[in-house]
């Protein structure tokens, strides 16, 4: 089995990569890892050290000489060059999992999040069409848009709602391209979904992520913040926040990936309460002075404090879509079939998860 992985260095890629070998180390001949190079380190150094990163499984510690054998890394300057270092007599699994997570609703950056997401989207499956055995394709549970109601895995065949942020329309406009290119050139797709991802549930160490995004960005900005100045925060109370572990949505991709699924939305069975969510992350990060409203607040309508419209003017734009979003919920029955969610208390477990950030201060691992 041979198998080409972007975003390898990305919370979910290196959780990927560690599972694959963790499950399927026999079956893998060679594993080929796009990676970019950032800053002064380069891209072998940046994987190296992934894989000896004190949260790697102890599979990996253990076995570290033979999974490096089984791995070519490449510099992400040849992304597009695959003839360099593909064998033209073989086949790839090539699964996807680089993305640009940008939740920016201006305008002026519709352009580059489309530019990163879906024309380099469009440009890497042209560029490996002669290889591809498989294309697995990473995008996320929210490219259907503030739909509502229950929501299926199938995105392709129904009408979504509308998109929240230029990032979930550039990944379903990905979605469509890849699912029209595949059945002119026969080639098979996957198509997997998480939804935002949480701290291990299943793997040690427990509540461990390499990046704090999303709700984590929203505990920060509190928990930062000298200001005790009251801030109301909008949000409807009754939408959901749909967490999913790393570890689980990886477990899922690695044992769907050679399978005949064609689409998956890897989420929750359930959504955390959104009033009960931002409550527990702000009495974890210890904020008190903050009371939560379907009043939606504006700059028209004057802003209560200073903490208060530096909110709704940062973080506040990207999020307030998401707090404010529609009551939905997933099908999840392909996916407890496949393998079940794992079972835990939704509330402690955000809690959970936000206190280990704090305590590394939230900050990404530097791979």
Known sequence: MNIILTGATGTLGSKVLHTLFETKYSQINTVYLLVRKKGLTAPLERVINMLKS????QFIKDNLDAITSKIKVINADNILEPKSFLETN?????????GYVNLSVDPANKDEIFEENFNFTKSIYNAYLPYLKKFIYIST???????GGIIGDDYIEIEGGTYRNFYEASKHASEKFLTQKSKENNIPLQILRPSVLGGNAIDNPSFFISKYM???????FFYNTPSKEHIRITANADSGLNIIPTDYAAKVIVKVFDTD????????????????????????????SYNITQDIITKAAGFESKLEQFYYETIGVHLNPYLTSKPYEWDTS????????????????LGNTVEFAKLKNFRNQKW
Do not use: C, M, R, W
């Not at 073989?90 to 680089?98: C, G, L, R, T, V």
């Not at 999303?214 to 920060?220: C, I, R």
């Not at 998956?264 to 008190?288: E, R």
């Not at 392909?334 to 477990?349: A, F, G, R, T, V």
């Open 261 to 288: 699924v064609q689409q998956l939305n890897i989420v929750h069975n359930k959504a955390t309460n959104i009033t009960k969510g931002i409550s527990k992350i702000l009495d974890t990060v210890d904020f008190t």
């Open 90 to 98: 073989k086949q790839y699994y090539f699964i996807h999992s680089a």
């Open 141 to 147: 549970a929210f490219s259907i848009g503030d739909l």
């Open 334 to 349: 392909l996916l407890e079939s496949i393998l079940p969610i794992p079972k835990y208390d939704l509330e402690q477990y």
């Open 214 to 220: 999303v709700f984590y960005l929203f505990a920060k």
């Open 54 to 57: 004190e949260y790697a499984p």
